[in-house]
């Protein structure tokens, strides 16, 4: 009885946490100070050095005892939702409250904080002509690295290193950035290939973040010259941005500032292409003029993410990324999924008035 007591206080909690959640969201300078710089901070850092020396993903070793228990118990008890409906659902509530306290604890307040446009005092919006101009410079210095990697404007770049070795040098171009932007010191790496790559590629993502054990992890199967974007872009979710544009740029940031050639290439052509979708919806005829000064090797390399991702499209695609536009929707990315073009505005605002 004493249990059962406990667990509808569980199970009822979640209404008085899901009005707390909304409260705070309507003061993103609270949480921006308190949350985002201050717990998360502390719990985030934690929970790296915890498991990130581990070389494979413990969330993912999560994921998988948790939807077996999950599976289980619904089977164990599936007589119990017909003849004991009042306690069958407030086992379930209970759970679904612990889950989403340990959410918004471990990581989800981060979906509230000042948006990044605000912390770095630059624009959030762009006319066109600014558009065109920063994407002609993105295709001017993407062309030069991707010369001085093969010497042919005709050849595809390949990356020579391993996916270890490009988890080691994530943490190089943060370095730099932080010199700038302080707010971008990343401490405590914790990246690691996804044991569900497979899954997550058939979904249509290159990787993601776990917000009970802050683990980066990156899609395995992914084209290798995506692996630096993708890998700096699944750590800026680390430091505490939610926002998918947010964490675009700021991956874009850390792989162009990063010593190493190949890096250098991979944010580069990763804002080039993004930019250059930005241009195709705004100004066709611009597009297509950008589009015969890249140099064809860079196009190669468009053409072999294109072909990895069709080979891998399936019906069920597109329902992930409904659920998941959703869910961004259901945690103050108004736009859902489309967000991820809105780090063209960062991008342009940033780059307009400096070398790019």
């Known amino acids: 009885m004493m249990l059962n007591k ?10 008085p946490q899901y009005i707390i959640v909304k409260l705070l969201a309507s003061y993103p300078e609270f949480i921006e100070t308190y949350y985002s710089n201050g717990v998360y901070q502390f719990t985030s850092k934690i929970l790296r050095y915890v498991f990130g020396w581990i070389p494979f993903s413990i969330g993912d070793i999560l994921y998988t005892i948790a939807g077996v228990y999950i599976l289980r118990w619904f089977f164990v008890n599936r007589k119990r939702l017909r003849f004991d409906t009042k306690n069958w659902l407030i086992d ?3 759970t679904v409250s612990i889950v989403y306290l340990a959410f918004h604890v471990f990581w989800g307040m981060n979906y509230y904080r000042i948006p990044l446009h605000k912390s770095l005092d630059i624009d959030y919006k762009y006319s066109t002509e600014e558009l065109i101009n920063v994407t002609e410079a993105f295709v001017e210095k993407s062309n030069a690295i991707h010369l001085a990697i093969t010497s042919n404007d005709s050849i595809k770049v390949k990356v020579p290193y391993s996916k270890k070795e490009l988890f080691n040098k994530t943490m190089d171009g943060y370095k730099v950035i932080a010199k700038e932007h302080p707010i971008f010191a990343y401490k405590a790496k914790s990246i690691k290939q996804s044991i569900y790559s497979l899954p997550l590629t058939y979904m249509g993502f290159s990787g993601y973040l776990n917000p009970f054990t802050n683990e980066a992890q990156i899609d395995g199967l992914i084209p290798l010259y995506q692996y630096p974007a ?3 872009h699944e750590q800026a979710h680390q430091l505490g941005y939610a926002a998918e544009n947010e964490t675009n740029f700021i991956g874009y940031l850390a792989s162009i500032n990063n010593p ?3 890096y250098k290439y991979s944010g580069y052509v990763s804002a080039l292409r993004q930019c ?3 241009v195709y919806r705004r100004d066709k005829e611009s597009f297509e003029l950008l589009k015969t000064k890249i140099n064809k090797g860079i196009l ?10 069709n080979n891998y499209k ?7 990324k409904v659920i998941y536009s959703n869910f961004l929707k259901a945690n103050n990315q108004d736009k859902g999924i489309e967000s991820y073009s809105y780090a063209v505005a960062l991008l342009v605002n940033y780059y307009k008035e400096k070398p790019i």
């Open 300 to 309: 190669l390399n468009f053409q072999e993410s294109n072909t990895f991702w």
């Open 6 to 15: 406990k667990k509808l206080i569980i199970a009822l909690s979640i209404i």
């Open 92 to 94: 379930v509530f209970s």
């Open 314 to 320: 399936n019906p069920l695609e597109p329902v992930f």
């Open 260 to 262: 190493d050639i190949y």
């Open 230 to 232: 993708t890998a700096c």
């Open 276 to 278: 250059l979708n930005e």
